[in-house]
């Protein structure tokens, strides 16, 4: 049995989510797995209602599951980074998902903005999940003289910051600290560097920008330049404006990316872009010992919520991401293979893919397809 925590979230998060499960319900029956699910009430509605984000005892409850799958944090109503980072980032880092695996595969029948049938984009992803500009670490000072305690608390390691800042001339002053360790950079690397030679990749691309950000990213190459060598697999450096460039000119060259958090960021949308869409792009949250959390790349969609019309295609792969994940890898491979068919077929379609198929239509004809016997 698999026990299952479930968030729906906000916005289009509970539509993409039911989808995601009836097609989990769909394998349970054929592959004779059983999944236990609890839900949790997570995010804007929870939050204006209760004032609460996420408690201690929530986070205790999910720490008892095989997995989480997630749909979408984030609403007008509530002020950016509340419920993003009180509720998404808090669970990524509390339960040290350090990898954030993002697959970026244009399916057949799926057009691409890039043109021209036929295009093989088939990249592992790996972005780094826990520090960089991410870890929340800054601050706010006016002119004059000022003291900032900042703190790094995470399962591995504790960092204190004390920063004096002497302002002078200007009135006020905002800072945001990016961080990599050894450690952090180090397992993220040995994570991709593994995962290319379970797929048999050949080349490793490690993105930054260790022309400006000298110092982060000059810790980052180091922990590239030992994987490498300790798995035997090569890799290149590329700075994260040349990679934007060539994912839009020559997606083909890149077998796997392995970028930190911000950078791995805004490159997984522009993947998701040349696969199709944000409504085709699933994503693992991964600790490879711990809690892992599944959840397409896309959020809330507040323009499109509660329509009916929103893409579940990116959560039903984060599903099958989450299968492979706890090992049922035969079932993982059975739902990619049905979501393949049915976007290869062209019958169903989405209105993000100038289809006017509902939800609810994705999901029902994937799990038909499912029920074939292969
Ligand atoms: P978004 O991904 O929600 O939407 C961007 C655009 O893509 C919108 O036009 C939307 O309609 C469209 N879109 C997204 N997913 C789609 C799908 N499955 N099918 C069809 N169209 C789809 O990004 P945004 O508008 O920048 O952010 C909205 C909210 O979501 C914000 O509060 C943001 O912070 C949050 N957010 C959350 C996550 C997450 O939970 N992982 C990720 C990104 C943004
Ligand atoms: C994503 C989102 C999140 C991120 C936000 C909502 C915190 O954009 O999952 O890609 O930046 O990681
Ligand atoms: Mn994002």
Not at 198 to 207: C, E, F, N, R, S
Not at 264 to 279: F, P, S
């Amino acid at each position: 049995m698999q026990k299952i925590g479930v968030i729906p979230g906000d916005g289009v998060g509970p539509e993409v989510v039911a989808e995601a499960r009836k097609v989990l319900d769909a394998v349970s029956e054929k592959h004779g797995i059983t999944f236990e699910y609890e839900e949790f009430p997570l995010g804007a509605d929870h939050y204006l209602r209760t004032g609460e984000v996420l408690s201690e005892e929530t986070i205790q409850r999910l720490s008892r599951k095989d997995a989480i799958l997630l749909g979408a944090m984030g609403d007008p109503r509530v002020k950016p980074g509340i419920l993003e980072k009180g509720v998404l980032l808090r669970l990524r880092f509390h339960f040290d998902q350090y990898v954030n695996l993002r697959p970026i595969k244009l399916f057949e029948g799926v057009p691409c903005p890039l043109g021209a049938k036929g295009r093989k984009i088939n990249i592992e992803f790996v972005r780094e999940n826990t520090e960089d500009f991410y870890v929340g670490l800054g601050g706010r000072v006016h002119e004059g003289l000022s003291k900032t305690s900042l703190s790094l608390l995470r399962k591995a390691y504790e960092a204190r910051f004390d920063i004096g800042i002497e302002l002078k001339d200007e009135s006020e002053l905002a800072f945001q600290l990016g961080v990599v360790t050894r450690h952090g950079a180090r397992r993220v690397m040995d994570y991709a560097f593994q995962l290319a030679k379970k797929k048999g990749i050949d080349l490793v691309t490690a993105v930054d920008k260790a022309n400006v950000l000298t110092e982060i990213y000059g810790l980052w190459r180091e922990a590239a330049e030992e994987a490498s060598a300790k798995h035997g697999i090569a890799k290149e450096f590329q700075y994260v404006d040349a990679v934007a460039l060539h994912m839009v000119r020559t997606p083909e060259r890149f077998r796997l990316i392995v970028a930190p958090n911000l950078f791995g960021d805004i490159l997984t949308d522009l993947g998701a872009a040349i696969q199709g869409g944000l409504g085709f792009a699933p994503s693992g949250n991964i600790n490879p010992s711990g809690v892992s959390m599944f959840e397409p790349v896309h959020g809330s969609a507040p323009d499109i919520a509660g329509k009916g019309i929103v893409n579940p295609v990116g959560a039903i792969l984060s599903s099958a991401l989450m299968l492979e994940t706890l090992g049922i890898e035969k079932a993982a491979a059975d739902v990619e293979a049905a979501v393949k068919k049915i976007l290869s077929e062209g019958r169903h379609k989405t209105a993000d893919i100038g289809g006017n198929a509902s939800t609810s239509k994705i999901g029902d004809a994937i799990v038909r397809e499912l029920a074939k016997p292969r």
